[in-house]
C-alpha cells in the first residue's frame, strides 16, 4: 500500500540544485503535517523539513537557509527544493506525515559528487 511517490533525486555537484517532488493522499496535505526525510548510509532516518498545516515550515539546522519546502495541494505534491547541496546532504530522501509517519514509499536517491 504506497501512499508516497518521491521523485527528482539523481547525482548533483556540490554547489548544485535538485527540486524533490512527493506525490502524496489530498487527504494528508490538506490534514496532517508533512515532512521531507533523509537516510545515509549506516545512518537513522533523520527529519529534514517540515510544513504543517497552516503552511509554516521548519528546518534541521544542517539544511536551513539551502532547502526550502513547499506544498502544491492541485498537484497533491510536496516539493523540497535544495541549494547549495553539499556531499553531506547525498541520502535517500522520503516524504511523510509529521510528526509521525507510518508507511514509506521507495524514497529517491540523492548524491551530491564531483
Known amino acids: 500500500q504506497v501512499q508516497f511517490v518521491e521523485s527528482g533525486g539523481g547525482l548533483v555537484q556540490p554547489g548544485g540544485s535538485l527540486r524533490l517532488s512527493c506525490l502524496a493522499p489530498?487527504?494528508?496535505?490538506?490534514?496532517?503535517?508533512m515532512g521531507w526525510y533523509r537516510q545515509a548510509p549506516g545512518k537513522q532516518r533523520e527529519v529534514v523539513a517540515t510544513?504543517?498545516?497552516?503552511?509554516?515550515?521548519t528546518y534541521a539546522d544542517s539544511v536551513k537557509g539551502r532547502f526550502t519546502i513547499s506544498k502544491d495541494y492541485a498537484k497533491n505534491t510536496v516539493y523540497l527544493q535544495m541549494n547549495t547541496v553539499k556531499p553531506e546532504d547525498t541520502a535517500v530522501y522520503y516524504c511523510g506525515k509529521f510528526p509521525r509517519n507510518e508507511l514509506w514509499g521507495q524514497g529517491t536517491q540523492v548524491t551530491v559528487s564531483s
Open positions: 510544513i504543517i498545516i497552516n503552511g509554516s515550515t
Open positions: 489530498s487527504l494528508f496535505l490538506r490534514f496532517f503535517g
